[in-house]
């Protein structure tokens, strides 16, 4: 056994540990840091696969943006843990059915005939870039699906703003063309007034 089996067996343990965890947590900031810790660990096993490009990514974009955004939500509600646990046991079966679901279809989808189980790790060149291979993968073979994720991801974007949307009564906006077409007259009076000396002060 060599180090990176060795390397692959802690990185796999950490996120079977710490997914456990986020769905075990009585402390919603302890189940998003545990979430962290999987999307870390996660990361290693990419750089494993000489996948650097991917790793940074999820570190980056998920743990270091989304995650961070999770734990400022989590820690700004005020989330009532009593009442989030009522019915966790009336969902149990539909859980446990569909991790069993899930946990069957990682099972064959790793013992088909068209993975490369059983194969010997191809060693590249000290010149390889993934980050290349990638992008020439996404932008000539699957391009079309590509395209369609991307349209998907924005119709969801701009369908969750439509939804969060609120049009308030006594809310103000600017309008330009009334701003444009303002004259002098209408926003500046001049008053006279009569001047007061120090006598008439006192």
């Given at each position: ?75 700004m509600l005020d989330i009532n843990l ?75 974007m701009v369908a969750a703003i439509a ?32 001047a007061e000396s120090r006598e008439s002060?006192?």
């Amino acid at each position: 056994m060599n180090f990176e089996t060795i390397m692959f067996y802690v990185f796999a343990a950490l996120i079977i540990f710490s997914a456990l965890r986020v769905i075990t947590a009585h402390n919603p900031v302890h189940a998003v840091l545990f979430l962290v810790l999987a999307f870390i660990s996660s990361a290693g096993i990419w750089i494993l696969l000489e996948a650097e490009f991917l790793a940074i990514t999820l570190v980056l974009v998920y743990v270091g943006a989304v995650m961070v955004l999770f734990l400022f939500v989590v820690m700004m509600l005020d989330i009532n843990l009593v009442r989030l646990r009522e019915g966790i046991w009336r969902w149990l079966p539909f859980g446990a059915a569909l991790a069993g679901l899930m946990a069957f279809e990682m099972i064959w989808v790793l013992g088909s005939s068209g993975t490369s189980g059983g194969k010997v790790a191809i060693k590249h060149a000290a010149d390889y870039s993934n980050t290349k291979e990638l992008g020439r993968l996404i932008y000539t073979e699957y391009v079309y699906p590509f395209e369609i994720a991307a349209v998907l991801l924005l119709v969801a974007m701009v369908a969750a703003i439509a939804l969060t949307l609120r049009r308030r009564k006594d809310s103000k906006s600017q309008v330009v063309a009334e701003q444009v077409a303002v004259k002098k007259a209408d926003r500046l009076r001049i008053v006279k007034m009569q001047a007061e000396s120090r006598e008439s002060g006192k």
